[in-house]
């Protein structure tokens, strides 16, 4: 797998000294966090067998698309190319639904995505978009999740 250069920066910063105290992650899930074990999609997750969304000990039943409204979920900037284009597909999705529908499904994880964008700077958004364009990025979802968004 090629590196990108923000997954080299995240793995930078986190070497810093404090960097996985101040973050509340141990030396293990920091290097869970090297290894890509914990890159849920849209976000990283603390601990994907500890969902508030299925049984303890399961896989996250519901990643990537719950991890928004998750209190494990965390966003890395080699999060954001799939956060933006969740987040773009939230606002199609938006246009698809009743107002009532739309937000009693999906309001929350939108304004979830939508802080977790606003707490990034223009310069990594900016970044983020220039992923997408030019290694052409799609927004990943597993094929059960196509079934819940025609809801």
Same mark, same amino acid.
């Given at each position: 797998?090629?590196?990108?250069?923000?997954?080299?920066?995240?793995?930078? &910063?986190?070497a810093e000294q404090g960097?996985?105290?101040? /973050?509340? $992650?141990? +030396?293990?899930?920091?290097? %869970? *966090?090297?290894?890509?074990?914990?890159?849920?999609?849209?976000?990283?997750?603390?601990?994907?067998?500890?969902?508030?969304?299925?049984?303890?000990?399961?896989?996250?039943?519901?990643?990537?698309?719950?991890?928004p409204e998750c209190r494990? &979920?965390?966003?890395?900037?080699?999060?954001?190319?799939? /956060?933006? $284009?969740? +987040?773009?597909?939230?606002? %199609? *999705?938006?246009?698809?639904?009743?107002?009532?529908?739309?937000?009693?499904?999906?309001?929350?994880?939108?304004?979830?995505?939508?802080?977790?964008?606003?707490?990034?700077?223009?310069?990594?958004?900016?970044?983020?978009?220039?992923?997408? &364009?030019?290694?052409?990025?799609?927004?990943?979802?597993? /094929?059960?999740?196509?079934?819940?968004?025609?809801?």
């Open positions: 797998m090629v590196k990108s250069s923000a997954m080299e920066e995240a793995e930078q &910063a986190l960097a996985s105290l101040a /973050l509340g $992650l141990s +030396a293990e899930e920091v290097e %869970q *966090l090297r290894a890509g074990e914990l890159d849920m999609g849209v976000s990283s997750c603390r601990d994907p067998f500890a969902s508030p969304f299925g049984r303890p000990g399961q896989l996250c039943p519901v990643a990537p698309t719950r991890c494990n &979920a965390f966003v890395l900037p080699s999060n954001l190319p799939q /956060l933006l $284009l969740f +987040a773009a597909h939230l606002d %199609q *999705l938006q246009h698809r639904l009743a107002p009532s529908h739309f937000h009693a499904l999906w309001g929350q994880s939108r304004r979830n995505v939508i802080e977790a964008l606003n707490l990034r700077t223009r310069e990594e958004i900016a970044r983020a978009r220039r992923r997408i &364009a030019d290694e052409g990025l799609t927004l990943s979802l597993p /094929l059960a999740a196509q079934v819940e968004f025609d809801t």
